[in-house]
Protein backbone atom coordinates (compact mmCIF):
# COMPACT_ATOMS: atom_id res chain seq x y z
CA UNK A 1 0.00 0.00 0.00
CA UNK A 2 1.21 3.90 -0.91
CA UNK A 3 2.81 5.71 1.94
CA UNK A 4 4.97 8.56 2.30
CA UNK A 5 8.41 6.91 3.05
CA UNK A 6 11.08 8.60 5.30
CA UNK A 7 14.82 7.55 5.40
CA UNK A 8 14.35 4.79 8.07
CA UNK A 9 10.84 3.41 6.44
CA UNK A 10 12.75 3.46 3.27
CA UNK A 11 16.08 1.71 4.65
CA UNK A 12 13.80 -1.17 5.76
CA UNK A 13 11.77 -1.48 2.94
CA UNK A 14 15.10 -1.69 0.60
CA UNK A 15 16.17 -4.33 3.13
CA UNK A 16 13.36 -6.94 1.94
CA UNK A 17 14.78 -6.22 -1.29
CA UNK A 18 17.52 -8.98 -2.22
CA UNK A 19 18.99 -7.27 -5.34
CA UNK A 20 19.57 -4.13 -3.31
CA UNK A 21 21.20 -5.94 -0.01
CA UNK A 22 23.83 -7.18 -2.92
CA UNK A 23 24.13 -3.63 -4.37
CA UNK A 24 24.04 -1.47 -1.04
CA UNK A 25 26.23 -4.16 1.09
CA UNK A 26 27.04 -5.56 4.19
CA UNK A 27 23.80 -4.77 7.41
CA UNK A 28 20.79 -2.67 7.03
CA UNK A 29 21.78 -1.25 10.08
CA UNK A 30 25.12 -0.01 8.08
CA UNK A 31 22.92 2.16 5.86
CA UNK A 32 22.26 5.40 5.67
CA UNK A 33 19.57 7.49 3.90
CA UNK A 34 19.61 11.21 3.06
CA UNK A 35 16.76 13.03 1.78
CA UNK A 36 18.56 15.50 -0.86
CA UNK A 37 14.46 16.30 -2.47
CA UNK A 38 15.25 19.49 -4.90
CA UNK A 39 12.39 19.52 -7.91
CA UNK A 40 9.00 20.84 -7.30
CA UNK A 41 7.18 17.27 -7.72
CA UNK A 42 8.69 14.35 -5.64
CA UNK A 43 10.92 13.77 -2.58
CA UNK A 44 14.35 12.15 -3.45
CA UNK A 45 16.43 9.83 -0.81
CA UNK A 46 20.18 8.65 -1.30
CA UNK A 47 20.70 5.68 0.15
CA UNK A 48 24.38 4.55 0.81
CA UNK A 49 25.86 0.63 1.93
CA UNK A 50 29.22 -0.38 2.51
CA UNK A 51 29.35 -1.48 -1.40
CA UNK A 52 27.11 1.16 -3.27
CA UNK A 53 24.41 3.14 -3.25
CA UNK A 54 21.47 4.01 -4.85
CA UNK A 55 18.82 6.59 -5.70
CA UNK A 56 14.99 6.17 -4.45
CA UNK A 57 12.96 8.79 -6.10
CA UNK A 58 8.68 8.94 -4.65
CA UNK A 59 5.69 10.33 -6.06
CA UNK A 60 3.76 12.94 -2.90
CA UNK A 61 -0.16 12.84 -3.57
CA UNK A 62 0.95 16.48 -3.80
CA UNK A 63 3.21 18.94 -5.55
CA UNK A 64 6.32 19.01 -3.23
CA UNK A 65 6.68 22.48 -3.14
CA UNK A 66 3.45 23.71 -2.67
CA UNK A 67 1.37 21.23 -0.62
CA UNK A 68 -1.90 22.37 -0.92
CA UNK A 69 -1.89 21.73 -4.33
CA UNK A 70 -3.01 17.90 -5.13
CA UNK A 71 -1.36 15.46 -7.56
CA UNK A 72 -2.01 11.90 -8.59
CA UNK A 73 0.85 9.76 -7.82
CA UNK A 74 1.48 7.68 -11.14
CA UNK A 75 4.51 10.01 -12.48
CA UNK A 76 6.81 7.84 -10.96
CA UNK A 77 5.48 5.12 -13.30
CA UNK A 78 5.55 7.18 -16.59
CA UNK A 79 9.06 8.09 -15.65
CA UNK A 80 9.91 4.38 -15.34
CA UNK A 81 8.39 3.98 -18.49
CA UNK A 82 10.44 6.27 -20.38
CA UNK A 83 13.66 4.86 -18.53
CA UNK A 84 12.39 1.42 -20.08
CA UNK A 85 11.44 3.02 -23.96
CA UNK A 86 14.66 4.88 -24.13
CA UNK A 87 17.40 2.81 -22.38
CA UNK A 88 18.49 0.67 -25.35
CA UNK A 89 18.21 4.17 -27.92
CA UNK A 90 20.01 5.72 -25.65
CA UNK A 91 22.58 3.69 -23.37
CA UNK A 92 24.00 5.18 -20.42
CA UNK A 93 22.67 8.84 -21.15
CA UNK A 94 20.22 8.29 -18.90
CA UNK A 95 20.54 6.60 -15.28
CA UNK A 96 20.08 2.57 -14.93
CA UNK A 97 16.41 1.68 -13.31
CA UNK A 98 17.38 -0.98 -10.44
CA UNK A 99 13.45 -1.23 -9.36
CA UNK A 100 10.12 0.26 -9.66
CA UNK A 101 7.35 -0.29 -7.12
CA UNK A 102 4.26 0.27 -8.59
CA UNK A 103 2.35 0.78 -5.14
CA UNK A 104 4.67 2.87 -3.17
CA UNK A 105 5.05 4.75 -6.68
CA UNK A 106 8.82 4.26 -5.84
CA UNK A 107 11.83 4.13 -8.57
CA UNK A 108 15.18 2.97 -7.51
CA UNK A 109 17.96 4.01 -9.68
CA UNK A 110 21.67 4.55 -10.04
CA UNK A 111 22.78 7.21 -7.87
CA UNK A 112 24.74 9.41 -9.90
CA UNK A 113 27.50 10.42 -6.64
CA UNK A 114 29.98 12.33 -8.57
CA UNK A 115 27.21 14.29 -10.91
CA UNK A 116 26.17 18.00 -10.44
CA UNK A 117 22.95 19.31 -11.57
CA UNK A 118 23.60 21.07 -14.40
CA UNK A 119 21.45 24.25 -12.95
CA UNK A 120 23.94 24.70 -10.29
CA UNK A 121 27.33 24.09 -12.56
CA UNK A 122 26.29 26.93 -15.19
CA UNK A 123 25.60 28.95 -12.08
CA UNK A 124 28.74 28.32 -10.61
CA UNK A 125 30.57 28.71 -13.98
CA UNK A 126 31.81 25.11 -13.57
CA UNK A 127 30.26 23.22 -16.32
CA UNK A 128 32.79 22.24 -18.55
CA UNK A 129 32.29 23.47 -22.28
CA UNK A 130 30.57 20.94 -24.86
CA UNK A 131 27.88 19.36 -22.73
CA UNK A 132 24.90 20.81 -25.03
CA UNK A 133 26.48 18.26 -27.89
CA UNK A 134 25.60 15.25 -25.70
CA UNK A 135 21.91 16.75 -24.92
CA UNK A 136 22.00 17.10 -28.43
CA UNK A 137 22.80 13.53 -29.09
CA UNK A 138 20.38 12.16 -26.79
CA UNK A 139 17.14 14.35 -28.20
CA UNK A 140 18.74 12.52 -31.87
CA UNK A 141 19.06 9.32 -30.83
CA UNK A 142 15.33 9.43 -28.33
CA UNK A 143 13.57 10.94 -31.12
CA UNK A 144 14.82 9.19 -34.02
CA UNK A 145 14.46 5.44 -32.25
CA UNK A 146 10.39 6.08 -31.19
CA UNK A 147 9.64 7.72 -34.58
CA UNK A 148 7.11 6.81 -36.81
CA UNK A 149 10.65 6.30 -39.09
CA UNK A 150 12.11 3.93 -37.01
CA UNK A 151 9.05 1.65 -35.78
CA UNK A 152 6.23 0.00 -37.15
CA UNK A 153 3.15 2.53 -36.96
CA UNK A 154 1.59 -0.16 -34.09
CA UNK A 155 4.82 -0.09 -32.18
CA UNK A 156 4.38 4.06 -32.22
CA UNK A 157 0.45 3.51 -31.32
CA UNK A 158 1.16 1.25 -28.39
CA UNK A 159 3.62 3.91 -26.87
CA UNK A 160 1.77 6.76 -27.69
CA UNK A 161 -0.91 5.12 -25.68
CA UNK A 162 0.91 3.97 -23.06
CA UNK A 163 2.03 7.94 -22.64
CA UNK A 164 -0.87 9.34 -23.53
CA UNK A 165 -2.31 8.65 -20.02
CA UNK A 166 -0.01 10.83 -18.51
CA UNK A 167 -2.73 12.94 -17.70
CA UNK A 168 -1.85 15.06 -15.07
CA UNK A 169 1.44 16.04 -15.77
CA UNK A 170 0.99 17.11 -19.09
CA UNK A 171 -1.83 19.29 -17.63
CA UNK A 172 0.67 20.69 -15.92
CA UNK A 173 2.98 21.62 -19.45
CA UNK A 174 -0.59 23.06 -20.99
CA UNK A 175 -1.32 25.48 -17.82
CA UNK A 176 2.15 26.55 -16.79
CA UNK A 177 3.92 26.74 -19.81
CA UNK A 178 1.36 27.40 -22.81
CA UNK A 179 -1.40 29.13 -21.51
CA UNK A 180 -1.44 30.63 -17.94
CA UNK A 181 1.07 33.49 -18.38
CA UNK A 182 -0.90 35.15 -20.81
CA UNK A 183 -3.85 35.29 -18.62
CA UNK A 184 -4.41 38.32 -16.88
CA UNK A 185 -6.59 36.37 -14.09
CA UNK A 186 -3.97 33.46 -13.22
CA UNK A 187 -2.67 33.76 -9.21
CA UNK A 188 0.10 31.36 -10.08
CA UNK A 189 1.64 34.12 -12.13
CA UNK A 190 4.33 36.26 -10.72
CA UNK A 191 7.15 38.38 -11.64
CA UNK A 192 9.59 40.20 -9.20
CA UNK A 193 9.14 44.11 -9.82
CA UNK A 194 6.90 46.67 -10.82
CA UNK A 195 9.22 47.76 -13.26
CA UNK A 196 8.12 44.73 -15.39
CA UNK A 197 4.17 45.41 -14.72
CA UNK A 198 4.01 47.33 -18.81
CA UNK A 199 5.50 44.66 -20.60
CA UNK A 200 3.91 41.72 -19.00
CA UNK A 201 0.62 43.85 -19.56
CA UNK A 202 1.00 43.88 -22.74
CA UNK A 203 2.04 40.16 -23.12
CA UNK A 204 -1.22 39.38 -21.36
CA UNK A 205 -3.31 41.59 -24.01
CA UNK A 206 -1.60 41.18 -27.26
CA UNK A 207 -4.34 39.00 -29.02
CA UNK A 208 -1.91 38.65 -32.53
CA UNK A 209 0.75 37.20 -30.18
CA UNK A 210 -1.85 34.70 -28.65
CA UNK A 211 -2.81 33.85 -31.63
CA UNK A 212 0.85 32.69 -31.78
CA UNK A 213 0.69 31.12 -28.99
CA UNK A 214 -2.15 29.06 -30.06
CA UNK A 215 -0.26 28.00 -32.69
CA UNK A 216 2.33 26.39 -30.54
CA UNK A 217 -0.63 24.82 -28.30
CA UNK A 218 -1.64 23.27 -31.75
CA UNK A 219 1.79 21.85 -32.51
CA UNK A 220 2.16 20.75 -28.94
CA UNK A 221 -0.88 18.88 -28.84
CA UNK A 222 -1.18 17.32 -32.04
CA UNK A 223 2.29 16.73 -33.72
CA UNK A 224 3.39 13.16 -32.61
CA UNK A 225 6.83 12.94 -33.64
CA UNK A 226 8.32 10.88 -30.88
CA UNK A 227 8.47 10.57 -27.19
CA UNK A 228 10.07 13.51 -25.58
CA UNK A 229 11.29 13.79 -22.20
CA UNK A 230 8.85 16.36 -22.02
CA UNK A 231 10.70 18.86 -19.24
CA UNK A 232 14.50 19.19 -20.43
CA UNK A 233 15.70 21.92 -18.65
CA UNK A 234 19.31 22.43 -17.04
CA UNK A 235 17.68 20.98 -13.82
CA UNK A 236 16.78 18.03 -15.41
CA UNK A 237 20.83 17.09 -16.39
CA UNK A 238 23.42 16.02 -14.49
CA UNK A 239 27.08 15.95 -15.62
CA UNK A 240 30.38 15.11 -14.34
CA UNK A 241 33.49 15.65 -16.46
CA UNK A 242 32.04 14.79 -20.36
CA UNK A 243 29.51 12.30 -18.28
CA UNK A 244 26.02 14.12 -19.23
CA UNK A 245 22.73 12.45 -18.35
CA UNK A 246 19.19 13.07 -18.49
CA UNK A 247 17.16 12.51 -15.65
CA UNK A 248 13.35 12.89 -14.78
CA UNK A 249 11.36 11.61 -17.54
CA UNK A 250 8.32 12.00 -15.91
CA UNK A 251 6.73 14.04 -18.27
CA UNK A 252 7.25 12.02 -21.16
CA UNK A 253 4.82 12.48 -23.50
CA UNK A 254 4.35 11.90 -27.47
CA UNK A 255 4.67 15.62 -29.06
CA UNK A 256 6.90 17.85 -31.79
CA UNK A 257 10.83 17.03 -31.11
CA UNK A 258 11.23 20.88 -31.43
CA UNK A 259 9.14 20.93 -27.45
CA UNK A 260 12.63 18.97 -25.80
CA UNK A 261 15.00 21.10 -27.70
CA UNK A 262 13.75 24.68 -27.48
CA UNK A 263 12.81 24.09 -23.89
CA UNK A 264 16.81 23.13 -23.32
CA UNK A 265 18.04 25.88 -25.44
CA UNK A 266 15.47 28.35 -23.62
CA UNK A 267 17.33 27.61 -20.79
CA UNK A 268 20.59 28.07 -21.94
CA UNK A 269 19.86 31.42 -23.20
CA UNK A 270 18.29 32.54 -19.83
CA UNK A 271 21.08 31.21 -17.87
CA UNK A 272 23.38 34.17 -20.18
CA UNK A 273 20.81 36.75 -19.81
CA UNK A 274 21.77 35.99 -16.06
CA UNK A 275 25.31 35.68 -16.21
CA UNK A 276 26.28 38.21 -19.30
CA UNK A 277 29.89 37.15 -19.01
CA UNK A 278 28.01 34.02 -20.35
CA UNK A 279 26.98 35.07 -23.04
CA UNK A 280 29.55 33.81 -25.76
CA UNK A 281 29.41 30.36 -24.00
CA UNK A 282 26.02 29.85 -24.30
CA UNK A 283 25.70 30.74 -27.83
CA UNK A 284 28.41 27.95 -28.77
CA UNK A 285 26.43 25.53 -26.68
CA UNK A 286 23.21 26.39 -28.61
CA UNK A 287 24.95 26.18 -31.46
CA UNK A 288 26.08 22.32 -30.50
CA UNK A 289 22.71 21.20 -29.20
CA UNK A 290 21.33 21.94 -32.59
CA UNK A 291 24.59 20.60 -34.84
CA UNK A 292 25.03 17.71 -32.16
CA UNK A 293 20.47 16.59 -32.42
CA UNK A 294 21.08 16.89 -36.61
CA UNK A 295 23.76 15.02 -36.80
CA UNK A 296 22.51 12.19 -34.26
CA UNK A 297 19.38 12.33 -35.58
CA UNK A 298 20.27 11.59 -39.24
CA UNK A 299 23.14 9.23 -38.61
CA UNK A 300 20.62 7.15 -37.54
CA UNK A 301 18.14 7.92 -39.93
CA UNK A 302 20.81 7.12 -42.34
CA UNK A 303 21.95 3.69 -40.94
CA UNK A 304 18.56 2.78 -41.30
CA UNK A 305 19.15 -0.43 -39.10
CA UNK A 306 15.46 0.44 -37.58
CA UNK A 307 12.63 1.18 -40.49
CA UNK A 308 9.12 1.60 -39.42
CA UNK A 309 6.41 2.61 -42.29
CA UNK A 310 6.94 6.31 -42.57
CA UNK A 311 10.54 4.36 -44.39
CA UNK A 312 9.58 2.37 -46.07
CA UNK A 313 9.66 3.67 -49.92
CA UNK A 314 12.98 6.13 -49.79
CA UNK A 315 16.63 5.66 -49.32
CA UNK A 316 17.02 8.23 -46.78
CA UNK A 317 20.11 9.52 -48.55
CA UNK A 318 18.08 9.67 -51.51
CA UNK A 319 15.59 12.49 -50.27
CA UNK A 320 17.84 15.82 -49.59
CA UNK A 321 14.75 17.98 -49.75
CA UNK A 322 12.90 15.76 -47.61
CA UNK A 323 15.52 15.85 -44.86
CA UNK A 324 15.61 20.29 -44.98
CA UNK A 325 12.03 20.16 -44.95
CA UNK A 326 11.82 18.09 -42.14
CA UNK A 327 14.67 19.56 -39.65
CA UNK A 328 13.42 23.06 -40.88
CA UNK A 329 9.69 22.18 -39.13
CA UNK A 330 12.00 21.22 -36.02
CA UNK A 331 13.67 24.16 -35.51
CA UNK A 332 10.67 26.37 -36.19
CA UNK A 333 9.03 24.29 -33.49
CA UNK A 334 12.03 24.75 -31.19
CA UNK A 335 12.18 28.69 -31.85
CA UNK A 336 8.51 28.90 -30.77
CA UNK A 337 9.06 26.66 -27.84
CA UNK A 338 11.84 28.31 -26.55
CA UNK A 339 10.10 31.92 -26.56
CA UNK A 340 7.30 29.72 -24.22
CA UNK A 341 9.85 28.60 -21.86
CA UNK A 342 11.40 32.22 -21.68
CA UNK A 343 8.31 33.72 -20.82
CA UNK A 344 7.18 30.84 -18.40
CA UNK A 345 10.21 30.55 -16.51
CA UNK A 346 10.15 34.38 -16.07
CA UNK A 347 6.46 35.10 -14.91
CA UNK A 348 4.91 31.73 -14.74
CA UNK A 349 4.67 29.49 -11.04
CA UNK A 350 7.68 27.59 -11.72
CA UNK A 351 10.83 30.42 -12.39
CA UNK A 352 14.75 29.80 -12.19
CA UNK A 353 17.60 29.98 -9.76
CA UNK A 354 19.85 31.73 -13.05
CA UNK A 355 18.12 35.08 -12.33
CA UNK A 356 19.37 35.45 -8.78
CA UNK A 357 22.74 34.61 -9.58
CA UNK A 358 23.51 37.96 -11.40
CA UNK A 359 25.26 40.85 -9.45
CA UNK A 360 22.11 43.02 -8.79
CA UNK A 361 18.37 43.24 -9.02
CA UNK A 362 19.11 45.66 -11.52
CA UNK A 363 20.59 43.26 -13.43
CA UNK A 364 17.87 40.78 -13.24
CA UNK A 365 15.22 42.99 -13.97
CA UNK A 366 16.90 43.40 -16.90
CA UNK A 367 17.80 39.73 -17.42
CA UNK A 368 14.42 38.93 -17.25
CA UNK A 369 13.16 41.98 -19.50
CA UNK A 370 15.32 40.61 -22.14
CA UNK A 371 13.77 37.18 -21.77
CA UNK A 372 10.14 38.41 -21.86
CA UNK A 373 10.94 40.41 -24.85
CA UNK A 374 12.71 37.61 -26.70
CA UNK A 375 9.99 35.30 -25.71
CA UNK A 376 7.52 36.85 -27.36
CA UNK A 377 9.92 37.88 -30.66
CA UNK A 378 10.18 33.86 -30.80
CA UNK A 379 6.73 32.75 -30.46
CA UNK A 380 5.81 35.19 -33.25
CA UNK A 381 8.22 34.53 -35.74
CA UNK A 382 8.81 31.06 -34.99
CA UNK A 383 8.03 29.70 -38.56
CA UNK A 384 10.19 32.50 -40.11
CA UNK A 385 13.24 30.81 -38.50
CA UNK A 386 15.25 28.79 -40.81
CA UNK A 387 19.28 28.46 -39.64
CA UNK A 388 20.32 28.57 -36.41
CA UNK A 389 22.37 31.36 -36.77
CA UNK A 390 19.22 33.61 -37.42
CA UNK A 391 17.62 31.46 -34.52
CA UNK A 392 20.65 32.81 -32.59
CA UNK A 393 20.01 36.25 -34.12
CA UNK A 394 16.93 36.46 -32.37
CA UNK A 395 18.11 35.33 -29.44
C1 LIG B 1 4.13 21.98 -10.45
S1 LIG B 1 5.48 21.50 -11.36
C2 LIG B 1 6.20 22.91 -11.97
C3 LIG B 1 7.27 22.68 -12.95
O1 LIG B 1 8.26 21.85 -12.36
C4 LIG B 1 8.66 20.85 -13.27
O2 LIG B 1 10.02 20.66 -13.29
C5 LIG B 1 8.14 21.30 -14.61
O3 LIG B 1 9.04 22.19 -15.24
C6 LIG B 1 6.88 21.98 -14.22
O4 LIG B 1 6.41 22.83 -15.23
MG1 LIG C 1 11.76 17.48 -12.87
Known amino acids: ?146 SWRALAFEDVYALRDLF ?31 ELDDLVESLQTDSVLHAAVERMQERFLSS ?49 YAQPEHDDWMRDEIALLWSSFRRAYLERWEAGAQRGDMASLTRPASCAAERTRFFQQILHDCAGFAGLELIRRTIGFAQIADYEAGSNRENEIEARRRALLTGRTLIQKAFQIDTIEALLDQI
Not at 79 to 91: F, H, I, K, T
Not at 170 to 186: A, G, H, N
Request: hydrophobic letters at 45%; glycine letters at 8%.
Open 1 to 146: AYRPLTASTLIDYLSSLAPMQTRLGGNSADWTAREVSDGNLNTVFIVSGPAGSVCCKQSLPYVRVDPAWAMPLERTLFEARWMQALSPAVGHQIPELYHLDEGLFLIVMENLSTHHVLRNALIAGVAPAGFAARIGEFVGHASYAT
Open 164 to 194: SRNLALTRITVDLVLTDPYRTDCPRNRWISP
Open 224 to 272: SQALLHGDLHTGSVMISGDDVRVIDGEFALYGPIGFDLGMFLANLAMNA
